[in-house]
């Protein structure tokens, strides 16, 4: 009886050592279709913050384009008006604003640049910082 009482220590003694051993387990890892789905949501993200950034950058590149053009237009009208031709006047545009800079000889000049720039299509604003002399 001794020995049976012995070996049922043992067991009982080796099947707790197992137990605590097995409490302290990691969950086992991911099967293989759980990797490729969490690859495939992954992937998903990683296209989805790409297009984001491409659509942002494109957007950046559309509004350089536009305010280049804001630029072109003013300065042309500027070009073709009897009373600002010749006029060293520096157009920047910077999303649709319209910032103006140099000299012109009168107030009458200085209003008729701000008419002209604000009359073209895409200009949000005009910063009329032209000088009288």
Same mark, same amino acid.
């Given at each position: %009886?001794?020995? @049976?009482?012995? &070996?049922? !220590?043992?067991?009982?003694?080796?099947?707790? $050592?197992?137990?605590? #051993?097995?409490? /302290? +387990?990691?969950?086992?890892?991911?099967?293989?279709?759980?990797?490729?789905?969490?690859?495939?949501?992954?992937? +998903?993200? $990683? !296209? +989805?913050?790409?297009? /984001?950034? %491409?659509?942002?950058?494109? /957007?950046?590149?559309?509004?350089?384009? /536009?305010?280049?053009?804001? #630029?072109?237009? &003013?300065?042309?009208?500027?070009? *073709? =008006?009897?009373?600002?031709?010749?006029? =060293? &006047?520096?157009?920047?545009?910077?999303?649709? !604003?319209?910032?103006? #800079?140099?000299?012109?000889?009168?107030?009458?000049?200085?209003?008729? $640049? #701000?008419?002209?720039?604000?009359?073209?299509?895409? *200009? !949000? +604003? @005009?910063?009329?910082?032209?000088? *009288?002399?």
């Amino acid at each position: %009886m001794k020995n @049976v009482s012995s &070996i049922a !220590v043992i067991a009982l003694a080796s099947s707790l $050592a197992l137990l605590a #051993t097995g409490c /302290d +387990r990691k969950p086992a890892d991911q099967t293989a279709g759980e990797k490729m789905d969490n690859a495939a949501t992954d992937s +998903r993200n $990683a !296209v +989805r913050d790409m297009g /984001d950034t %491409m659509e942002r950058k494109a /957007d950046q590149a559309g509004q350089a384009i /536009d305010d280049a053009s804001i #630029t072109a237009t &003013i300065k042309g009208k500027y070009l *073709v =008006d009897d009373t600002l031709k010749g006029l =060293d &006047i520096s157009v920047d545009t910077e999303q649709g !604003v319209v910032k103006l #800079t140099g000299p012109v000889q009168s107030d009458t000049a200085k209003e008729l $640049a #701000t008419q002209i720039a604000q009359n073209v299509e895409g *200009v !949000v +604003r @005009v910063d009329n910082q032209l000088t *009288v002399q």
